[in-house]
């Protein structure tokens, strides 16, 4: 399917406020609020963003229903869930993905949110994007990566690590980048949570990364959790048959409580270490403020020596 690009942000516009994973609060919507509007946009409320179903935000109807109306709605012109979750693979097979094809719009986000833009990609051939989600802390960082990509459509632009997450590594380690094989490599933007990518794998919405950079990131999980995720994505599509490997910042990812257990660094190795082709860690991707923006399905150029990913074309139109 040829991809196609989202028209770009442009000040004034209306963003779509959803929550099409976990459910969400007052204090979460106040705080999407006046990011939104700090931006110079204006906000659309979906009609079901405060609905509550155990963790979720509302029944799988519901929540398709709002995706939908965004992606149908005339006046909104970006989809910005207001976090992640858990929830969205349950929407997977409700999703009209010719409408959604037919309208195309910005949508990002990260965490949670990873299952619909690898579905998106797949069966809309939507490009999406990887980033902050609506109620995320940005920072100068964060957000001038974000709207560099969304707002202003260049033949190339280059995405530069975060200074400040270098400067944590000091007191974090694993903020700091660790290069496993250096190298260039392109090919298409490819990848999310690993444990949402790795759940999808063997599913119609799997991720491809066959020949891509695929970017991977994990929050709050023990290294045994991450080595079994890893070693399924790479019994099923093959690390080895990616373009490049790249790990974000897994923040919170150490070994639990006194279990005896291997470090983050070291499980990584275990996957990473025998590759021939690029493989990095610590990149700004993930559940941090400064994290970098990321559009799937888009080619682009990692430079290890450089610490850089490049976009090899404009994401928006």
Known sequence: MKLIKPPRLRPGDTVGLIAPGGYTSERAIDKALRNIESLGLKVKQGKYLREVFGNYAGS???????????FLDPEVSMI????GGSGCISLLAHLDYGLIRRHPKILLGYSDISALHLALHRHAGLVTFH??????????????RMMAVLADPQPQYTITMSPENAAQA???????IHTHTHGVATGALMGGNLSMVAALAGTPYAADIRG???FLEEVNEAPYRIDRWMTQLDLAGGFRNAAAVVIGICENCGPEHEDVSLTLERTLGLHLHPLTTPAVTGYSIGHIRNQ????LGLQARLDTQAQTITLLEAAVT
Do not use: K
């Not at 109807?61 to 965004?70: I, K, S, T």
């Not at 000091?170 to 700091?176: D, S």
């Not at 970098?292 to 559009?295: A, N």
């Open 170 to 176: 000091v007191r974090e380690p694993h903020f700091g």
């Open 212 to 214: 891509s950079i695929l």
């Open 131 to 144: 980033g902050p989600v609506a109620s995320s802390t940005m920072t100068d960082y964060s957000r001038a």
């Open 292 to 295: 970098c923006t990321l559009p």
């Open 60 to 70: 799988v109807e519901q929540r398709v229903a709002d995706l939908h109306a965004m």
């Open 80 to 83: 910005w869930p207001i976090r």
